[in-house]
């Protein structure tokens, strides 16, 4: 940990496992491979290698675990290997150069903050196989414009694209019951959202400062949209709502016409 004037480092094959925090902080290392017979790599173990930008993963790892290879500055591309079931909180948070992360279909859950603030991140696709996204996951990833949740998550937990200021549209899957707080907050060139009818609840702040959105239905009967949900949406003219939808002070400018639907 710490060694900051590490270039380069060879994992033996004989290594089935890297402790906690074991490598954090080498900033001068520029490539990583893992062998093949590692089964287990710590939490935070590349954490703040500034320089690391080539990670080969040969190993047979089921889980990324929490901060592997969070601020991984010049890290701009990786391959999920498809044996990886699980992304750990924080795992490639502020990876500021990140363009594009592939994620394979053997992922059943992302953590928390797994990829808040990756701002060069421009598109991401959720396979199916993946049942829960965790907080914040990618909060702040403002050069994120293509999202596809292909998955049957049910919730979209608090903050999980809050502050993704260049995402235009997004469809929300036909599974979700619940929109998370904030869950969208920031996202100011959001102009269309695609909600079901499965929708049962909108969390305060949902949309806040969603400035662009204009129209916005949700069909869902006896949603409960709360507190503030819609403040600050300052281009919002039309809002669609069932005639059962119970709204809590939603935050809405006086100009917005509320219509209810059946």
């Known amino acids: 940990e710490g060694c900051s004037s590490l270039k380069e480092i060879k994992i033996p094959s004989s290594v089935v496992s890297i402790g906690d925090w074991a490598f954090s902080g080498c900033s001068s290392l520029k490539n990583i491979t893992i062998p093949v017979d590692l089964e287990y790599i710590g939490n935070w173990v590349f954490s703040e290698c500034s320089q690391l930008s080539v990670i080969e993963i040969l190993s047979k790892l089921i889980k990324i675990e929490n901060g592997t290879f969070a601020s991984c500055c010049q890290l701009d591309e990786l391959v999920i290997p498809s044996f990886v079931t699980c992304i750990g909180a924080n795992a490639f948070c502020k990876c500021c150069l990140l363009t594009k992360i592939v994620i394979p279909s053997s992922v059943t859950r992302i953590g928390a ?30 050069s994120l414009k293509e999202i596809n949740i292909l998955s049957n998550l049910l919730v979209i937990d608090d903050l999980t694209f809050e502050g993704c200021s260049s995402l235009e549209h997004i469809s929300i899957p036909p599974s979700v019951t619940v929109i998370g707080a904030s869950a969208f907050s920031g996202c100011s060139s959001l102009k269309e959202i695609l909600i079901h009818s499965a929708v049962t609840k909108i969390k305060s702040f949902a949309f806040a400062y969603c400035s662009s959105l204009v129209d916005f239905t949700i069909p869902s009967p006896n949603v409960l949209i709360e507190f503030k ?15 059962s939808a119970k709204l809590n002070e939603i935050g809405i400018n006086s100009n917005v016409k509320v219509t209810k639907i059946d």
């Not at 903050?113 to 909060?139: D, H, N, Q, Y």
């Not at 949900?229 to 005639?243: A, E, M, N, P, Q």
């Open 113 to 142: 903050s797994a990829f808040s603030e990756c701002t060069s991140l421009v598109k991401i696709t959720i396979p199916s196989t993946v049942t829960e996204i965790g907080r914040s996951c990618f909060s702040k990833c403002k």
């Open 229 to 243: 949900s819609f403040i600050g949406c300052s281009s919002l003219r039309h809002l669609f709502v069932s005639s």
